[in-house]
């Protein structure tokens, strides 16, 4: 798998919070376990909150998740 840097498309941004919100694998979460939120900046912990990480596999920005 291979990391890819914000800035996300807003079709990326839709495949990363479908796959938080799957039980297929485990969603990236911030410090208290909270299932973070992709926007086109990166992850945060809720709206508008600072950004917590500016990174996700690739198989999470394409719908490849659905696969496994």
């Known amino acids: ?4 840097y914000t800035p996300w ?3 990326q941004v839709q495949s990363l ?3 938080q919100q799957t039980q297929k ?6 410090p208290n376990r909270e ?10 912990i ?3 909150g ?3 990480q ?8 394409n719908w490849e998740w659905k696969k496994l």
């Open 1 to 4: 798998m291979n990391k890819i």
């Open 9 to 11: 498309t807003e079709g």
């Open 17 to 19: 919070n479908a796959f």
């Open 25 to 30: 694998l485990h969603p990236f979460t911030g």
């Open 35 to 44: 299932i973070l939120i992709a926007t086109k900046d990166g992850w945060v």
């Open 46 to 48: 809720y709206e508008n």
């Open 50 to 52: 600072p950004v917590r």
């Open 54 to 61: 500016n990174w996700a596999w690739d198989i999470m920005t």
